[in-house]
């Protein structure tokens, strides 16, 4: 089966511009997350959906980073104006829950420069 | 939140030897422990995971084992070769029967060394 897809692979633009990714989640996964990957460390969770509803986005910084998932099936998260602390690559996971168990899956990822 | 310790940091091994990575987690609700490999520039994959059911879970040359009273676990990996050097994440969840955000540690760097 094909894989979480994600464009573009990579992008470098200057604090203060806007920049947004795009997810294609694995056909049939209801659950789509977005982590941020700063360089030398783990992904970090920013945002779950749950079809086209937000189930946690405790940790995404809303004043910057907004996310939508219309129709419930690809994602867009946008960064809006971009910090130097953005650069970090941007993962996109997506999962099915068989009989009470989940599996993640994730995208290649975005790779972002903020210069 | 939950929070995930990971360690070492950096791991070298002599090809056939064996590599053991340790993660420790802070909250005792979580009950869904995979660990993911991910190569240099490549996206993570999971290469093995655990429920807090059962306390040990092998395949291959890949084993988890999960102590729960202690809040860790750990991978081990045996007759280390070449193809394993990569960087190897834990990561902790609740999962009551739904899907939940995966927490993960800072990462191992897995060396093989010829």
């Known amino acids: 089966e094909a894989g979480v897809a994600q464009s573009p692979r990579y992008k470098i633009i200057e604090k203060r511009q806007s920049v947004a990714f795009w997810c294609n989640p694995i056909s049939g996964h209801a659950t789509l997350y977005w982590y941020q990957q700063i360089l030398g460390q783990g992904p970090k969770l920013l945002i779950q959906f749950q079809n086209n509803g937000v189930v946690d986005d405790s940790q995404l910084p809303k004043d910057r980073f907004s996310a939508e998932r219309l129709k419930g099936v690809d994602s867009t998260l946008k960064i809006q104006p971009a910090k130097l602390e953005d650069s970090a690559v941007y993962l996109c996971?997506?999962?099915?829950?068989?009989?009470?168990?989940?599996?993640?899956?994730f995208g290649p990822g975005t790779r972002l420069l903020v210069l | 939140g939950e929070n995930v310790e990971q360690h070492p940091s950096t791991l070298s091994v002599q090809e056939g030897d064996s590599a053991v990575i340790k993660c420790t987690y802070s909250?005792?609700?979580?009950?869904?422990f995979p660990w993911y490999k991910q190569e240099l520039g490549k996206r993570p994959q999971l290469i093995i995971d655990?429920?807090?059911?059962?306390g040990e879970k092998k395949d291959q040359r890949i084993a988890v084992t999960l102590n729960k009273t202690a809040k860790h676990f750990s991978l081990h990996i045996t007759e280390t070769q070449p193809e394993d050097s990569a960087v190897y994440f834990c990561?902790?969840?609740?999962?009551?029967?739904?899907?939940?955000?995966?927490?993960f540690g800072k990462g191992t760097h897995l060396i093989i060394q010829p």
């Open positions: 909250d005792s609700a979580s009950n869904y």
């Open positions: 996971a997506s999962s099915l829950v068989v009989r009470g168990r989940e599996t993640q899956y």
């Open positions: 990561a902790a969840s609740y999962s009551g029967g739904g899907a939940d955000g995966l927490t």
């Open positions: 655990i429920r807090s059911n059962v």
